[in-house]
Structure formats: C-alpha cells, structure tokens
C-alpha cells in the first residue's frame, strides 16, 4: 500500500524523527499508526463493556453478583 502524505505532514514528521530517534520516516509513519490502531481498540473495547454493562443492568444482574459466581467458580476448579 502507498501512501501519499502532503508536504506540511512530511516537515512534522522529518522534525520528530531525530528529536524522537526514529531511522526513517517509514519507522516513524508505522509507529504512529500502530499507536492509533491500539488507541482504536481500547475504544471498541470500552465501547463492547459499556454495552456488556447496559444489559447486565437491564436484567438486573449486579457486578457483586458476578464476582460472588466467579469466585464460587474459581474455588470448583481447585
């Protein structure tokens, strides 16, 4: 994949590559975008708990509920 970045975002990116010791503006350019994608996963993750939230609310099930069967399920595998 080829990507074109415009000539303002390529300065921006030339600056921070020494100051940061990044080897190449490819280096610098995954970097950043495995930072967004881990940045976008923490959102889906808190995003799909919310959710999780939201309809153990709806039945009525409470977070003490569910650390009481966990903890009866950790001791029945001992």
Same mark, same amino acid.
């Given at each position: 994949?080829?990507?074109?970045?415009?000539?303002?975002?390529?300065?921006?990116?030339?600056?921070?590559?020494?100051?940061?010791?990044?080897?190449?503006?490819?280096? #610098?350019?995954?970097?950043?975008?495995?930072? =967004?994608?881990?940045?976008?996963?923490?959102?889906?993750?808190?995003? =799909?708990?919310?959710?999780?939230?939201?309809?153990? =609310?709806?039945?009525?099930?409470?977070?003490?509920?569910?650390?009481?069967? #966990?903890? =009866?399920?950790?001791?029945?595998?001992?």
């Amino acid at each position: 994949m080829e990507v074109k970045i415009s000539s303002k975002m390529k300065k921006e990116i030339l600056d921070f590559l020494k100051d940061f010791g990044y080897k190449s503006e490819k280096e #610098f350019i995954e970097d950043a975008i495995l930072h =967004r994608i881990l940045e976008l996963k923490k959102l889906d993750f808190l995003m =799909r708990t919310e959710k999780i939230k939201k309809a153990m =609310r709806k039945k009525g099930i409470t977070e003490k509920e569910i650390l009481r069967d #966990f903890e =009866r399920f950790h001791h029945s595998i001992k």
